[in-house]
């Protein structure tokens, strides 16, 4: 009886383990998800912050000579 116990605690540990081991992955897989859903949108964002101005002069020069 104790032998079972203890081969059923080693079966638990072995599969705790293999749950762990799969638990980081998916962490890892959710943090790179994140970070490049941020990319694909704060980048963006950021040059547009310096493009729209730019363009706004453009445009607004460009009706001023008419």
């Given at each position: 009886?104790?032998?079972?116990?203890?081969?059923?605690?080693?079966?638990?540990?072995?599969?705790?383990?293999?749950i762990?081991?799969?638990?980081?992955?998916?962490?890892?897989?959710?943090?790179?998800?994140?970070?490049?859903?941020?990319?694909?949108?704060?980048?963006?964002?950021?040059?547009?912050?310096?493009?729209?101005?730019?363009?706004?002069?453009?445009y607004?020069?460009?009706?001023?000579?008419?």
């Amino acid at each position: 009886m104790d032998q079972e116990i203890l081969q059923k605690f080693e079966e638990q540990d072995k599969k705790l383990e293999q749950i762990h081991r799969s638990v980081e992955k998916m962490r890892k897989y959710f943090l790179w998800t994140l970070i490049i859903s941020l990319a694909v949108v704060v980048l963006p964002l950021i040059g547009l912050i310096f493009v729209i101005p730019q363009f706004l002069n453009l445009y607004n020069g460009a009706n001023l000579g008419l």
